[in-house]
Every structure is written in C-alpha cells, then in structure tokens.
C-alpha cells in the first residue's frame, strides 16, 4: 500500500506562481512512476506530468515550458512547479503512483488561478 499526500494549493493570480508537493509513504519503489493529475469542475481528470526517472518526463502539451516535475527519491516526494499559470490550470491537483501496476492517488490539492 502506498499513501500520497499534496500540498501547496492555493489562490493565485494569472501570471503567479505555485509549487505542489507530494509525499509518498508505505511501499515504493525508485522506479515507480510518479505524477501529477488534474481535474477542473465538470471535467475529466487528466494528466498533467508524469516522472519516471530524473531524464524521463513527460508532460501535457499545455503546461509545456511553464511546469516542470521532479522527484526526490530519497524523501518519497514529487515536485510540480508553476509558472506563469493561467485561469485555466484551475483545477484539483492529484498526486498519482503507480506501484506495481496499480494506481494510487492523494486526496488532491486546489488550485485556483484568477484573471
């Protein structure tokens, strides 16, 4: 069993910036990949970034060049940082491992970017 916990949401305003944190407790693995997710009201959750390893990222096409991920596998943690966000990255943020083949998500963290 793996448990994630984010912080780090919070009101910002369009052009600001915002770092999200997430922690990993229980079972993991180095090589597990790790993510952020999002999910804006009446929409469906989609992927923000995911890492695998410190040269293996991938990320949404509209948060190219203004988010970046990272990981710590020392302290279980997963980084997202924000810039230059707009309303439109309003949203719940998750946090997502995937350890051995399942899926695990934190309760999610609330990001609200105003115009």
């Known amino acids: 069993q793996v448990q994630l916990v984010e912080s780090g949401g919070g009101l910002v305003q369009a052009g600001g910036s915002l770092r999200l944190s997430c922690s990993a407790s229980g079972i993991f693995f180095s090589f597990d990949v790790m993510g952020w997710y999002r999910q804006a009201p009446g929409k469906q959750r989609d992927m923000v970034a995911v890492i695998a390893s410190a040269t293996s990222t991938n990320y949404a096409d509209s948060v190219k060049g203004r988010f970046t991920i990272s990981r710590d596998n020392t302290r279980r943690t997963v980084t997202l940082q924000m810039n230059n966000l707009k309303p439109e990255d309003t949203a719940v943020y998750y946090c997502?491992?995937?350890?051995?083949?399942?899926?695990?998500w934190g309760k999610g963290t609330l990001v609200t970017v105003s115009s």
């Open positions: 997502n491992i995937n350890h051995n083949g399942a899926n695990y």
